[in-house]
Structure formats: structure tokens, C-alpha cells
């Protein structure tokens, strides 16, 4: 399978509800700019992300997770985006995704660098991105079976626990809480929702490109986005209003082809 179907098709299940659902003309052009982007990225990118470069990266991708922590950016003491000039980005999304990819192939410093991230979005606090930490880990496991990635994935379901009930927020319209909207719209609109929800997981998974690690870390972590979407007020990966996934996840699977 290609990585540009694995974005590609959810994205535009996402174009399909933001149309349908009445979202304003600026919300799509925002996804579709983001998609055009990526998928110029995957298709003419010529990523050489060498072994000695992959920590170093590791680390910037992390540290950019606790920026929202001293930008001053934060509702009701909650602070999760990255502030691009006038554009807010929500940083898990964004970096979670190339966070998931590249820890695979790391190992050792990985592990650490998954905890590093999860400290990060317990302090802002995100459960969306906590989840999609506990989904990469259980992915790393199942890939490849070790006893702290197995503690890695129980620290942060039991934190991600916690940041449900600490960092819930007001949903925004056409990126929480969408699955609700969409089933007013049409139920057959919400249920094309779930069904490229569950299809992208398995698209991320069954992936040619990559390592077993690489894949089943990023589909786990897209499957923690997701569930964290369905329960609470957090957004819909590649499927409501917002750039950050469709960015992340298209990096993402633009570097998962570029280990060398």
C-alpha cells in the first residue's frame, strides 16, 4: 500500500464532512492546502534521514512538544498549540506522529524520548496526544515485545486517564465532537466517519514502506488520537478542521521512507 492512500482517503472523508456539515469555505481550503502540501511532500520529497540523524531529530520534534508550556497560548490554564505566526497548531498532532516513527527505529533513547513526550502533554494537559502515546507504545510491543515499552504504554493510559478528567475544553465546532454533527447531517455521513477511522488504522499498519515497528507505532498512535476523539472533546485526526494532523501525519509518512 502507498502512503499517500493511508492520508489521502481519510483526508478526504474530512473535505466530504466539512462540506456536507456546513463548515465555513475557510476551514476546507486550510485541509485541503495542508493535503496538497503533504501529498507534494510524499510524492516529490527525497528524504535522506541518516542513523546519526535520527535522535537529534527525535529530540527537536519533543522539545517542540513542551513549547506551548512558555508560549502564554492557553484556555483555561490549558495550553497545547504551537503558535506559527498568527496560526495556532495543535503540537501533538503535529509531532506525535514523526515522534512515533522515528522513536521505532531508535530503540533505547526512543523509550526515553516517548517519556519525554508523555511528561510534556501531561503538564498541558492533552489526553488526546497521551492516548496516541499509549496506542505508538502498545504498537512498539506488539512489533516488537520489551517490558518497558509494555510500561511506557500502562504510565500513559493511566496518565491519559487522568488528563481526561483535567483538560477537557468547550468542543469547536467542526473539529470535536464531530461524529455527533455528522450524524445529524446524514448517519450514513457518520458511519463513512467511523469506517475510515478504523480503515486508517489498518492502511497505517499494512503499509509497505517502513519498518513493522514504524508502522503499527504510527497506526497505534492514530488509533489513541481517535479514541480520545470519540470519548471526549478532543479532535478528530485527518477528519474535522485543522492542519496539524494532516501536516504530522503526511511528515510522518514522508520520513517513514527515509531511514537509511
Same mark, same amino acid.
Given at each position: ?24 469555505? %475557510? ?10 502540501? %503533504? ?60 515522534? %512515533? ?111 513493522? %515497528? ?47
Amino acid at each position: 500500500m502507498s502512503t499517500i492512500p493511508a492520508l489521502a482517503i481519510p483526508s478526504l472523508v474530512g473535505l466530504t464532512y466539512l462540506l456536507l456539515a456546513g463548515a465555513p469555505r %475557510s476551514n476546507l481550503l486550510v485541509n485541503a492546502t495542508a493535503l496538497l502540501l %503533504s501529498i507534494a511532500l510524499m510524492a516529490f520529497g527525497k528524504p535522506r534521514v541518516k542513523r546519526q540523524h535520527r535522535l537529534p531529530i527525535l529530540v527537536v520534534a519533543v522539545g517542540l512538544l513542551f513549547v506551548p508550556l512558555f508560549t502564554g497560548v492557553a484556555v483555561n490554564g490549558i495550553a497545547r498549540w504551537l503558535p506559527i505566526g498568527p496560526v495556532l497548531l495543535h503540537a501533538g498532532l503535529l509531532v506525535l506522529p514523526a515522534i %512515533s516513527v522515528l522513536a521505532a527505529e531508535v530503540k533505547g533513547p526512543g523509550k526515553i524520548v516517548l517519556v519525554a513526550a508523555l511528561v510534556a502533554v501531561f503538564l498541558q494537559p492533552d489526553a488526546g496526544t497521551g492516548l496516541a502515546i499509549t496506542g505508538a507504545a502498545i504498537g512498539l510491543y506488539v512489533a516488537r515485545p520489551h517490558w518497558a515499552t509494555g510500561c511506557i504504554a500502562f504510565a500513559a493510559f493511566l496518565a491519559s486517564l487522568s488528563m481526561l478528567v483535567r483538560g477537557e475544553l468547550p468542543a469547536l465546532p467542526y473539529v470535536e465532537r464531530i461524529l455527533v454533527d455528522a450524524a445529524q447531517v446524514s448517519l450514513w455521513l457518520a458511519i463513512g466517519i467511523l469506517v475510515a477511522l478504523l480503515g486508517t488504522v489498518a492502511l497505517l499498519a499494512g503499509l509497505r514502506s517502513g519498518t513493522v %515497528s514504524q508502522r503499527f507505532a504510527l497506526a497505534g498512535s492514530f488509533a489513541g488520537f481517535s479514541i480520545a476523539a470519540l470519548v471526549s472533546n478532543y479532535p478528530f485526526p485527518l477528519i474535522g478542521y485543522g492542519a496539524s494532523a494532516i501536516l504530522g501525519y503526511g511528515l510522518a509518512l514522508f520520513l517513514m521512507g527515509s531511514s537509511r
